[in-house]
């Protein structure tokens, strides 16, 4: 049975950073491409960050330079390091595939304050 837990968010003062992480259970993180997205209030998801099974990133432009995916594949663990957070990157945050999608895991909120 597939599942993604997120963890790792909170309330962070702006310039601050955090490490969001996703535990996975039943997806081969290595061979699939796994992205973190966001959500503000009212909004749909958005995709901030997508790593492929080679090893390629790609960032949405608000976070480019701001934040970095990665991966433990013998953890089956993807991350998302947050750094110079600004109050606009307060959302909830989600990880999942990219392309093909799980059933969505809670989130974790992440609050940056000015």
């Known amino acids: 049975q597939v599942q993604l837990v997120e963890s790792g968010g909170g309330l962070v003062q702006a310039g601050g950073s955090l490490r969001l992480r996703c535990a996975t259970r039943?997806?081969?993180?290595?061979?699939?491409?796994m992205g973190w997205y966001r959500q503000f209030p009212g909004k749909e998801r958005e995709l901030v960050a997508a790593?492929?099974?080679?090893?390629?990133?790609n960032y949405a432009g608000s976070v480019k330079g701001r934040f970095t995916i990665s991966r433990d594949n013998a953890e089956n663990t993807v991350y998302l390091q947050m750094d110079s957070l600004k109050p606009e990157d307060t959302a909830v945050y989600y990880c999942?595939?990219?392309?093909?999608?799980?059933?969505w895991g809670q989130g974790t909120e992440v609050t940056v304050s000015s």
């Open positions: 999942n595939g990219v392309g093909r999608q799980w059933l």
């Open positions: 039943g997806i081969a993180i290595s061979l699939a491409t």
């Open positions: 790593l492929t099974g080679g090893g390629l990133t």
